[in-house]
């Protein structure tokens, strides 16, 4: 809400520079987000009288005018607005001076007339379109009331003001009216708020035989008082109205429609205004919309109502929203006589809703969902109703009419000193705490000197539980003033979890190897999602109501997300990358309705895992590279189970001759391989390999228990042997039967190199090991390795068919 | 005493030789002529026979002190032609110690990580447990517990992607500090925790917004937990993360899940409070909200308010991240542009 600076004086004294109070503003209540001072910049901007207008000579719509500025000679503007006139009091910026977004204004000729500034619109200067009255909307703005010719305009329409924005949190509604500021300042300056009891004169008439009216569904309108005006004059509002409307941000109309608005702004209550003449029955029924309704508000728009909104109606049809907005058949015109003006409290979710439903919010609506002061509405009647005497010449029908009647109480919460201190770690006295309240304007009663019984009025609705009150003596005390301790509590260790432990360790592991964490979205395409599956049972997750198609359903996979930011980086010529991603999968069982949410860590390596330079050539990421990363990281986890690859040709997004499911002792645990190259050019990407592995899975395995072995005291024995073998045999084929036949002493298998080509039979391979035999009690002899390689090759001749080489 | 001259002079001509000499072979050569079996003070020694007894010992003790000081001669001469030989062969070995060295790939941790993980070391320095909870949430811990019933006008402050009517993405963390509450058992001590994660909001991603995010929440609760001691903390946090120089101010702010409620600043650490492009030219840049429990979340988990209260707070790795390093569009976090990234090479 837009505070006018001035305005807020009518209710305190108040001498603080306007940046000063804004800032103490927001320190201590509600954030203000900036000031306005709508005269600043602008110089040399005053009070002209057209004397004399007429058509320029080369122009069909110019203007050539001369008009008094309070100098001796009058000065000649041209000017293009179609609603100048002679007679007519103006804005001029005269020669050298200033006007809105800087702009300066010089002595020049138009068309070969010499013109001597420019009369201006009220937007020349700074207004909003939004607040400019229609009259003037598309030509200059014409002064209605007195004024002296040569005096500067700003004070005349109000700019001499500064206008505080308040950015209202949702439970400060109590100052989306100037009451409500005026006590919010007030307080923090130790300011009482003034304000004038509105004095209503009626006339004879009874309201009661003009006019009926009932409230249906009570439960939404707790409240709900009409008053009726005979003998309406319409006609614009005097200036000092037009100026609080529009530094509010609201457009003047007419009067009648401007008291409703100023009200508003005053109260925070909204009011409307029907035209009593529209009415077919001459009476008010609030009521529960009828299915499919139609109703056309204020704006034109016609609208298909449902059973859930309240309507006001005469009985017959509806003539707008409960405190939404208006209908347009019975709005006010220039031709209004009679008014019946509403001022009602609606029930804030119902409102709020049908401002949903119709995508309607307006000043009212907000009003009434943030909530007002139920104290004040029959004042806020009575204010409008005396202020159209006074403005609109009207007379006020005896009495007010009562739908349903309201009384608003003081809200009672009974506090101590003692826990106020205790919540906010301070010392403060009874007393300081007592001045805070009533500051506020809370009735105070001390019960002891301890025992606090606070009353709160119905405008701080917000109000209701000690928290309340404990923020109230926070924010005045001022959160500067506060200590600053910690807390002093019983010890308990800090400490990460087993799983946060397992998961830091491997983001670590991780980048040792060489990969770089990235965090891809966990919503995404319907395609996305289901890919790279980890077992072809996982269910996916929709949104009810995505955005995008692109984050609509809950990932899976780690591995799309991954293969997302491959192609990122290689549209930008980024070929060479090494990612890895830890997040969470959200897979799911055909039942269930929400996802187990499974730690997933999936690698990506494509492009060169080693540049060339002076002293390496260049190296290309290949399956080998991304499985020495996996087995590191597994291996280290010495778990009971060894790990073990199992070649997959099934996974569809996966090259079928380079993939293998990983497995720890029968534990399925996650794959790796080749990205299909029909996946990978449908993600636009190079030959890429991946990796996933289910940590929530491997958390729950066990590891064998570390027991250190001291370093061995005899030497160990090294024998290579050199096996060629047909083709499709296995490297695990052979270091399994290796392992079994090794004996006691094999300790480590290493193989050394893998050849196929040149020198070998077509259809096989060689392949060559390194074995290592160590004895931790005794040197080895010849004969004992011996023994054990005879063993081992003729197994291996029997099994596989090995040739030795 | 003509023995004793020839031994002088021997040791006078040895040494000369042995200064002269260039290389270890030579040295060895004179070693053996001057020492040797067959080599002068030998033969000297033989000599002394002849001498009388009052003499001989006095001539034995000088020869051998004559072969002390040649020998140490040779040894340190051998030393010294050592250390040429050597530092010859270190002058051939010089490489250009200005090549680039073997380049080792090491991977970068995320931006984001590296802030929540220097986060979550210093709350688990103060005694906090890191607790995790579910990205998918029931609308229950998510809303409900923190005070925010269905048709709560705040719930339009979070806009919500719902899965169902009653599940959804967590829009933030705190359904994590409802789950904790519940559970927890004040006989062991106080409520000590902070909830990192990821989180979801119905926002269109541009420059300022993500429709995934992340959150750190931070709760305390116990029988005296104090509004002095949400400030103390947060100053901890504001100078651990933004530099040990730094201030808090603390100004009033709306949340439903805690009363009183506060949004935090922390001086500009860009300008120090002077006022700068960085902070608006304040002096102050909004980092987090945060409060005290508001008694209704203490109640829906199943607490006394009465007995027990605490603090809260809540702040945005990303908002953090993009303060610290300058980031300008959130969306840099979750395209991993691996030249954004690589950036971010030490964790401190
Ligand atoms: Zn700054």
Redesign the pocket.
Known sequence: MKISYQWLQDYIKLTEDPDVLADKVSRTGIEVAGVDYPSRGLKKIVVGHINQVEPHPDSDHLHICQVDVGEAEAYQIVCGAPNVAAGQDVIVALPNSRIADNVKIKKSKMRGVVSQGMICALQEIGFSDSVVPKDYANGIYVFTEPVTVGEPVFKYLGMDDAILDFDITPNRADTLGMHGTAWEVGAMYNEKPQFKKPVVTESQTPARDLLKVTVENKAKVPAYYLRVVENIKIKPSPMWLQIRLWHAGVRPINNVVDITNYIMLTYGQPLHAFDYDKLGPKQIVVRNAKADEPLTTLDGVERTLTTEDLVITDGVAPLGFAGVMGGLDSEITDTTKTVVLESALFNGTSIRKTAQRHNLRTDASTRFEKGIDNASIQEALEAAASLLTELADAQVAKGILVGNDYVAEDTVVAIKVSRINHVLGTTLSTDTITDIFERLGFGVKLETDDQLMVSVPPRRWDISIQADLIEEVARMYGYDNLPSTLPVVAMNPGKFNPQQQFIRRAKQMMQASGLSEVISYGLTTETKATQFLMTQNDVLTKLDWPMTVDHAYLRLNLISGLLNDVAYNIARNQTDLAIYEQGRAFTKTEAAIRPDEREYLAGAVTGLVKQANWLQTKQAADFYYLKGIVDQFLTAHNYTGAVTYVPNEKRPEMHPGRTADIYVGTQFVGFIGQVHPAIAKAYDINETYVFQLDLTTLLTLTSERLISQSAPKYPAVTRDIALLLEKDVSNEQVVTIIQRRGGQYLQNIQLFDVYQGKNIKLGHKSLAYSLTFQNSEATLTEDAINEQMAKIVDHLKAEVHAEIR | MSLKNDLDNLKQKGLAQIQEVDSTKVLNDIRVSLLGKKGPITNVLRGMKDLSAEERPKVGAFANEVRDTLTEAIEAKKDELQAQVLNKKLQEETIDVTLPGRPVSVGTSHVLSQVMDNIEELFIGMGYQVVDGPEVEEDHYNFEMMNMPKDHPARDMQDTFYITQNVLMRTHTSPVQARTLEKHDFSKGPLKMISPGRVYRRDTDDATHSHQFHQIEGLVVDKHITMADLKGTLEVLARHFFGEDREIRLRPSYFPFTEPSVEVDVS?F??NG???A??KHT?WIEVLGAGMVHPNVIKNAGVDPEVYGGFAFGLGPDRFAMLKYGIDDIRQFYLNDIRFLHQFKVED
């Open positions: 500009c860009n300008c002077e006022g700068c960085v902070c002096g």
